[in-house]
């Protein structure tokens, strides 16, 4: 199998519990799968340090997202506070999301929306700022529960699920909810036994049911002699 990649998108105000949680979860799978995915940290701006919405922690980005790559876009949320005043500069997490939304991560973003080779899977506030970009609209996603109602005024089927599997978008509900995705992403597109092998060694168990959109049923009549 060709080697894919799966890449972690970084912006000013992520949240590392968004990348760190699901980036160990992939990293594992591949380490199973013999080396099937590079798990790897981007930006759209290049390689570069990022700081995340917890003034303590930043992440370094070492490749550029590249919208031509086989495999993963991951896209994550943001953390800071929920309340506050944006004119006075407090960076709220609707202010993150919206610098996100509106930064030069979108076009790529949406280049790979578009190309059939990749998957994108956003968790929390990450699906929320695609459909304030408005590239989610028609598509059906989730986002953390407080969110919802904005998901769904962009124009997007929102469900409350913990993973929402719309075909070549994958997007999670809640925090922790990356955890939840990077499983179902390994047991969906590689095998169940790979994900049970990493739910055993990080002693965790996937959460919640996966919402597919509804299959086409085909029935027959019975006829008796």
């Given amino acids: 199998m060709p080697r894919l990649h799966a890449q972690f998108v970084l912006f000013d105000g992520f949240d590392p519990l968004d990348v760190i949680a699901p980036f160990e979860v992939l990293t594992a799978g591949s380490q199973l799968l013999g080396g099937t995915l590079a798990v790897e940290l981007v930006c759209a701006s290049g390689p570069r340090v990022v700081r995340s919405g917890n003034p303590q922690i930043a992440l370094t980005a070492t490749g550029t997202l590249d919208p031509d790559a086989p495999g993963y876009v991951v896209v994550p949320g943001a953390v800071g506070p929920v309340d506050g005043d944006p004119d006075a500069g407090d960076d709220t997490i609707p202010v993150l999301l919206g610098r996100f939304a509106s930064s030069d991560a979108m076009p790529l973003i949406r280049r790979a929306l578009d190309n059939p080779d990749i998957t994108v899977a ?45 075909g070549d978008l994958i997007s999670g509900g809640g925090v922790t909810s990356g955890l939840d995705v990077a499983l179902y992403l390994l047991e969906r597109d590689f095998d169940s036994q790979t994900a049970h092998a990493v739910e055993e060694l990080f002693e965790y168990e996937r959460r919640g049911t996966t919402w597919r959109p509804a299959r086409t049923r085909v029935t027959g009549e019975r006829t008796s002699a």
């Avoid at 506030?125 to 059906?140: H, I, Q, Y």
């Avoid at 409350?160 to 599997?165: E, I, P």
């Fill in 122 to 166: 956003a968790f929390c506030g990450g699906s929320l700022a695609l459909a304030m970009a408005g590239l989610l609209e028609g598509r059906t996603a989730t986002t953390h529960g407080l969110g919802i109602d904005l998901l769904r005024a962009t124009g997007v089927n929102a469900v409350r699920a913990r993973v929402v599997d719309d």
